[in-house]
């Protein structure tokens, strides 16, 4: 990466928040510890555009190995998005993908980032451009209990949120975001995707209006330097005991100095998902997960207008 692992969208953010990073653990190449991290997981997070250029976020699940990295700047998948998933039109020879890798059990995870090189029947192949870590803040433990294999999965399209999609977001302490970077962002620009965690609450719900907290992470905001270029974004909240899926695309607006942060423990700014459109799949992931450990960050941040649980004793 001869210009450096940031797009100017990234730049921008990292001086709005009164930060800077050199992107040191940024590499264009993944090292040997994430290609196998990768070969080990059971499943895989997707962040990839529709026809519009705008993103969803979605993920695959197979047997440990489905993932392989044939070279430091490969992966294979063995999987693609089963029918009646959004994001499955994303995924097509020379797209931007952005992955996330995550390990619940030891709260690690890698992202890679890059394009679609090949698609075939039963899986594609990705050029990685960016390869990085993230660390293990707000990530909680949790285990797997059991797969249930691939199944009947129950859809319903949403025009907004209802009742049972509000339930999701109220109890979620973790979801992922997918962001992209927009038309000419250079080599450093693509697709992304993320991690957020919290306690559950920490997404507020007014109407189809989100409101989530920023909180300390590596400072390279790579995903508010997209929503900076490109304010569409694309959210995934998993219910982790029925492996229901809860896909949402809208448009983002970031409030950098607002001072409603104030009223969440830990939120060094916030930013507004106003909600376009949404996907509830019933038992598309066929992994179920145990009742979570939160991570001792998570703890340290609060809920709106209530402290953060180790302050508070």
């Known amino acids: 990466m001869p210009d450096g692992p940031f797009h100017p969208g990234e730049l921008a953010a990292q001086e709005l928040a009164g930060q800077s990073s050199r992107g040191g653990g940024i590499r264009g190449f993944m090292p040997d510890q994430h290609r196998l991290f990768f070969a080990q997981l059971p499943w895989l ?12 976020a979605t993920v695959l699940a197979g047997a440990p190995g489905f993932v392989a990295s044939p070279s430091p700047t490969g ?10 998933d959004p994001a499955a039109a994303g995924f097509r020879a020379g797209a931007a993908i952005g992955l996330l890798g995550i390990e619940f059990e030891t709260r690690r995870r890698n992202r890679a980032n890059g394009t679609i090189a090949a698609l075939g029947e039963d899986g594609f192949a990705v050029a990685v451009a960016q390869s ?63 991690h957020r965690g919290g306690q559950p609450g920490f ?35 998993v219910d982790f005991r029925t492996g229901t899926l809860l896909q949402l695309q809208g448009r983002v607006e970031i409030l950098w100095n607002d001072p409603e942060r104030s009223r969440l423990a830990g939120a060094e700014r916030l930013w507004r998902f106003h909600v376009a459109r949404g996907w509830r799949r019933e038992g598309a992931l066929p992994l179920r997960w145990s009742e979570p450990d939160y991570a001792p ?3 340290q941040t609060g809920l709106w207008d209530r402290p953060a649980l180790a302050s508070a004793g």
């Open 45 to 56: 997070f997707a962040g990839v555009l529709d026809g519009d250029g705008r993103p969803l």
């Open 75 to 84: 992966l294979s998948v063995a999987a693609l998005p089963q029918a009646g």
């Open 132 to 194: 990085f870590g993230n660390c293990a803040k707000y990530i909680q433990t949790r285990t797997i209990e059991r797969w249930t294999g691939p199944g009947v999965v129950d859809s319903a399209v949403l025009a907004r949120l209802d009742a049972r999609a509000e339930k999701l977001i109220a109890a979620a302490d973790t979801f992922f975001v997918a962001s992209a970077a927009g038309p000419a962002a250079g080599p450093a620009g693509g697709a992304d995707i993320s």
């Open 203 to 237: 997404v507020r719900i007014d109407g189809d209006v989100l409101t989530v907290p920023d909180f300390a992470g590596n400072s390279y905001f790579n995903t508010l330097g997209n929503m900076l270029r490109e304010p569409h974004a694309a959210l995934l909240f």
């Open 297 to 299: 960050t998570t703890l």
